[in-house]
Structure formats: C-alpha cells, structure tokens
T-cell receptor, first 113, second 113 residues
Framework: DTEVTQTPKHLVMGMTNKKSLKCEQHMGHRAMYWYKQKAKKPPELMFVYSYEKLSINESVPSRFSPECPNSSLLNLHLHALQPEDSALYLC????????????FGPGTRLTVL | GESVGLHLPTLSVQEGDNSIINCAYSNSASDYFIWYKQESGKGPQFIIDIRSNMDKRQGQRVTVLLNKTVKHLSLQIAATQPGDSAVYFCAEIIGTSYGKLTFGQGTILTVHP
C-alpha cells in the first residue's frame, strides 16, 4: 500500500457543526501533516506530527484540532468554522529523515456555509 | 520573510516542446528541494527532488537544476505531453524542521495538442 487516503472527499458544514476529517497511511511513515490549500494558491502547512506527537502548530486557530491516535491515522476535528475556512485540506506523510519526500492524499474539499 | 517563489505564473507550450519552469528561493539554509505536480482536484504528486549538495538530477523526461550561487531552481520537462498540464510547485525543506515544506507560488503549465 503506497498511498495516503482521505475521507470524506467532500464536506459541507454549517458554522455551528462539528465534523472530522480523516487521513490514513500504511507505509510505515512516522511523520504526518495537515495542509490547507485555497484556490490558485500553494498548500500552507497547518500541523506536523512526528512519532504521534504534535511537533509543529503553525499558529492555527483552535477551531481546528488535530489528533494522531496511532502511527497510521491522523484526524482533524472541526468546530465553529468560518466561511473563510472553506478550502482543500490535504494530508501528507513521509519517512523520518531530511531527504524523504512527502506523499500527499487527494484532499477533502470543505465548504463552510 | 524568506520564501520560495516562481518567476512565471503561467506557461503554454505545444505538445512535443520542452518546458522549463523556474523557481527562486531565498533561504540559503535549505537542504532539500522538491518539485510537485498538482492536477485539478488532486493532491500534489512528487516529480523529482534534489539535495543542496547537487546541481543536477535527472528522472524520466524531467531534469531539475539547482544553482545555489543565485538561489535558483528549475524543472525541465522534455517532449511535453497534454498529460503534463497541471500546476507545478517547487518546495524547500530545511533539515531540522520536521520536513516542513515551504511551497513556491506555482506555475500553471498548459500543453496544447
């Protein structure tokens, strides 16, 4: 298995809803990432988990809450989002070490109404 | 702040031509560079990488050149095909940063049959 999977593919939610995005990989990668990508822009890093511990939080608002239950799974819990949070949310993973590429999932297209 | 950027936002070529996509970076501490291809509705896909101690690397139909003197990176695609149409991002990594990718702004490549 050489891919990163993300569910759901699309998500529409209201500003008072609570939802979660899920990411999974079975490549034995111990670093996992969440990125946010707005239309016609590059991905922007949100969070990095290394060996299931949160290593980087790029000053993301608390309405986004990441979780890494085990080495294969990464979740992003969403609560009280704003319309400007609508974007493509990408998950990625990589082997530890400097010279290793990140493998990206297909993303979850999130729309906040 | 320091960032990775691109000279040209769009590039149109004819099928069979060679394409060159450029990228300027400003962080001399970057250890590793990656080119990604992103097709519409998909996550970024790894194309080729290069370490900072190299100046050229070749793959299948693609070549990456790194000029550390002028902090410039380029991606050359030989015999460009319609399937190469996508957005291309360069990205840099600083070795101690948990693999944190900093992306350039992206170039839209359109290949005409």
């Amino acid at each position: 298995d050489t891919e990163v999977t993300q569910t759901p593919k699309h998500l529409v939610m209201g500003m008072t809803n609570k939802k979660s995005l899920k990411c999974e990989q079975h490549m034995g990668h111990r670093a996992m990432y969440w990125y946010k990508q707005k239309a016609k822009k590059p991905p922007e890093l949100m969070f990095v988990y290394s060996y299931e511990k949160l290593s980087i939080n790029e000053s993301v608002p608390s309405r986004f809450s990441p979780e890494c239950p085990n080495s294969s799974l990464l979740n992003l819990h969403l609560h009280a989002l704003q319309p400007e949070d609508s974007a493509l949310y990408l998950c990625a993973s990589r082997l530890a070490g400097t010279y290793n590429e990140q493998f990206f999932g297909p993303g979850t297209r999130l729309t906040v109404l | 702040g320091e960032s990775v950027g691109l000279h040209l936002p769009t590039l149109s070529v004819q099928e069979g031509d060679n394409s060159i996509i450029n990228c300027a970076y400003s962080n001399s501490a970057s250890d590793y560079f990656i080119w990604y291809k992103q097709e519409s509705g998909k996550g970024p896909q790894f194309i080729i990488d290069i370490r900072s101690n190299m100046d050229k690397r070749q793959g299948q139909r693609v070549t990456v050149l790194l000029n550390k003197t002028v902090k410039h990176l380029s991606l050359q695609i030989a015999a460009t095909q319609p399937g190469d149409s996508a957005v291309y991002f360069c990205a840099e990594i600083i070795g101690t940063s948990y693999g944190k990718l900093t992306f350039g702004q992206g170039t839209i490549l359109t290949v005409h049959p």
